[in-house]
């Protein structure tokens, strides 16, 4: 479980493939905090950590993982945002993060708001998956390649998110632009009210 509050980048160092799955090895400043078997949150997915070795770890991705999110279309070099699963004992400064990507979505228009940055993104509308939670409201939560964000005008396939200028900063929206693709993780509450609505028709 995650808030969406991103720690930190991690660098892609090296990208191992074998069979379905890749492997990725990536650094940043808490390698020597992890464990093996801890879960961590890139670009909004939670995977785990399988290998450590000096200020580098390794965790791998499955071909669905790959096929539902960006990851496969990392290179080394890539800055990802990563968020270490969230302490029970500490404020919620996010929202409720599973790190469980619904799919991706792409970006399609930047404004700048008097230094402040608004991003459309859209995403491929499903009506059976919006019948079971996954679309946004305005003012819901949405998390965008792992980052916790305030859904803006939202219609049935694309949503805003207002982005300030430190969080532009210490994320890898830094490096997104108009055709960027990204993780989104829709809200667990959606899609739990969806479920129950189901269950009682």
Known sequence: MFSGIVEE????????REGGNVHF????SFVDELKIDQSVSHNGVCLT????????????????????SNLGLLHVGDAVNVERSMLMNGRLDGHIVQGHVDGTAVCTAMQDADG?????FE????????????FTVDKGSVTVNGV???V?????????????????????FRDIKVG????IEFDILGKYIARLQQLQQ
């Open 9 to 16: 980048m991690a660098v892609v160092r090296a990208i191992e």
């Open 25 to 28: 090895t990536l650094s940043c």
């Open 49 to 68: 950590v399988v290998k450590i070795s000096g200020d580098e770890y390794v965790v791998t991705a499955m071909k669905e993982t790959l096929e539902k």
């Open 116 to 120: 402040s940055t608004y991003f459309t």
């Open 123 to 134: 995403y491929d509308f499903d009506a059976g998956m919006a019948s079971r939670g996954y």
């Open 148 to 150: 916790s964000l305030t």
């Open 152 to 172: 803006c005008n939202p219609t049935r396939s694309s949503f805003e998110v207002a982005i300030i200028p430190y969080t532009r900063a210490n994320t890898n």
């Open 180 to 183: 960027t693709v990204v993780n």
